[in-house]
């Protein structure tokens, strides 16, 4: 009996000797976790693209050819942490002020499903629209919804909602004064 105890006795300081032994991360170390996010996805907006062609005013082809088509896309924007170096930290005891990198686009999404074919209008002497004419449309499209994309205020929104997660996580590791920038380079797009 005597010896089982004097064995439990032995194993509880063993372990709080190595429990307190054990580093804790700095400040700095925690925040730089976030690293470990990578793309941190913040927003999402749906859009729907409406698609019209024509080509009817050549010359040589009789008659007219024309096709509106709608495509529905996600946009998701958000911010790249994997960026973030101790450059971007500054930690005075409780203060904290993080400069992060601005919002981008992390991808959009299109499904085949979402580009529909609303209306279509060929002559008696014209093929119609062939599949590869329909995916140059949709890829058309696409290109114009990216353009498009900081017009429809999705990197603010991501912004915003990026600042308010950092924010959170930053309370949570205990500081009280928290400043969140972003640097000063634009948008950037996929």
């Known amino acids: 009996m005597r010896f089982s105890f004097a064995v439990m006795i032995l194993c509880f300081s063993l372990s ?17 976790g976030l690293q470990n996010l990578s793309e941190l996805a913040t927003s999402e907006y749906i859009v729907t693209k409406i698609i019209k062609a024509n080509d009817d005013n050549t010359w040589y082809k009789v008659g007219d050819r024309k096709i509106l088509m709608t495509c529905k896309a996600s946009l998701v924007a958000g911010i790249d942490l994997s960026k973030l170096t101790e450059s971007d930290i500054h930690i005075d005891n409780e203060n904290i002020s993080v400069t992060l990198p601005h919002a981008r686009l992390i991808y959009i999404n299109i499904k085949p499903e979402d580009i529909k074919t609303a209306y279509q209008e060929v002559s008696l002497f014209r093929d119609k629209f062939s599949s590869q004419e329909k995916n140059d449309l949709a890829a058309q499209a696409e290109k114009q919804i990216k353009e498009s994309a900081d017009s429809l205020g999705i990197f603010v929104t991501a912004e915003t909602n990026a600042t308010l997660f950092i924010n959170s996580f930053l309370q949570k590791e205990g500081f009280k004064n928290i400043e969140i920038n972003f640097s000063p380079q634009k948008h950037l797009l996929q």
């Not at 709080?16 to 730089?32: D, F, I, N, R, Y």
């Open 16 to 32: 709080a000797v190595t429990c307190s032994s054990k580093k804790e991360p700095s400040k700095m170390q925690q925040v730089l």
